[in-house]
């Protein structure tokens, strides 16, 4: 398996994030649904930066359930809701871009609410597997 990560010159060119990836098969694909910043309970913790610090740790044990590491995540959608400090989160989200060559691709939404009472912000993913 092959992972190509694209950044075309016309593109705005970022380090923190790739505008598409190329997955050459066969390879496994794990689709992390929509994670919260709640423990193990299902309570929220904390502010923004509490609770994405959380989703994404909660992406890691989905991603290592299936036998990868948050380094094999190539793309990440984040839904913030609306009047939140975005910095905070983004913040939070640097232990996901530890150890990389190349950043994932990343979609980040400001919502008007998320079903979880409380919740501030979820975060799903893509990881693909050697």
Do not use: C, K
Not at 42 to 59: C, P
């Amino acid at each position: 398996m092959t992972v190509q990560y694209l950044n075309p010159p016309e593109l705005l060119q970022s380090p923190a994030f790739s505008q598409a990836v190329v997955v050459e098969q066969p390879a496994r694909t794990v689709y992390v649904g929509g994670q919260n910043g709640v423990d193990a309970s299902g309570t929220v913790v904390g502010d923004l930066a509490e609770q994405t610090a959380r989703a994404v740790d909660n992406a890691r044990v989905a991603v290592a359930a299936a036998g990868g590491q948050l380094t094999d995540v190539i793309s990440w959608t984040i839904a913030v809701v609306d009047g939140q400090d975005l910095r905070a989160g983004f913040g939070a989200m640097q232990p996901a871009r530890a150890g990389r060559d190349h950043p994932p691709v990343v979609t980040v939404l400001q919502v008007a609410g998320l079903a979880v009472p409380g919740a501030l912000v979820e975060i799903s993913a893509i990881a693909v597997l050697a």
